[in-house]
């Protein structure tokens, strides 16, 4: 809907319409985020050590709408789902703000988010999340191994390709709770 990001919202090209009104109806709550992607987000990691890798700030912005029922959400002790790696980025990029100012609820905010999520990272806001499949050696797929583990899912990956299952970012996509 606003323009400047390189790259369409690829994971949430999975949900119509219909669905989301569906999802709805039973009682799931929507919100929504802007993150405009940059390239640098498809660019493959060359370095050996992924943490010598430089992931490129990225404007975002998540309005008070959606501060606020995320932080019902975590008070209630309902289960934050992000649809894509690039929300998941934006979400715990917030989450860290806010934690480094000692808030504990996240407010409306804007700017550049630049956080490389790696294994090892500790997941403050988001519970799961759904996402294309990724290609090797990427940030996309990286993120997605901090938060399942890798072999679980280089398991995944390896039944995808058995089932012949499509990669990338008009590919099939997954939930991993």
Excluded: C
């Amino acid at each position: 809907r606003e323009p400047g990001s390189v790259a369409a919202p690829t994971a949430g090209l999975h949900f119509t319409p219909e669905l989301l009104a569906r999802l709805r109806e039973q009682g799931v709550r929507q919100v929504f985020i802007t993150l405009h992607i940059g390239l640098d987000t498809f660019r493959p990691v060359q370095t050996e050590d992924p943490t010598e890798h430089k992931l490129h700030s990225e404007p975002f912005s998540l309005g008070e709408q959606t501060a606020q029922e995320l932080n019902a959400a975590r008070r209630e002790g309902r289960r934050i789902v992000a649809v894509g790696t690039t929300s998941v980025r934006v979400l715990e990029h917030v989450a860290l703000q806010a934690e480094a100012q000692g808030r504990s609820e996240l407010g409306p905010t804007a700017g550049w988010a630049d956080l490389f999520i790696l294994p090892g990272h500790r997941f403050r806001l988001v519970q799961a999340m759904v996402t294309n499949f990724h290609l090797p050696r990427s940030t996309l797929l990286m993120l997605v191994s901090a938060f399942a583990g890798r072999e679980r899912v280089l398991a995944a990956y390896q039944e995808a390709v058995r089932l012949r299952y499509r990669f990338y970012s008009f590919g099939d996509a997954m939930l991993i709770v």
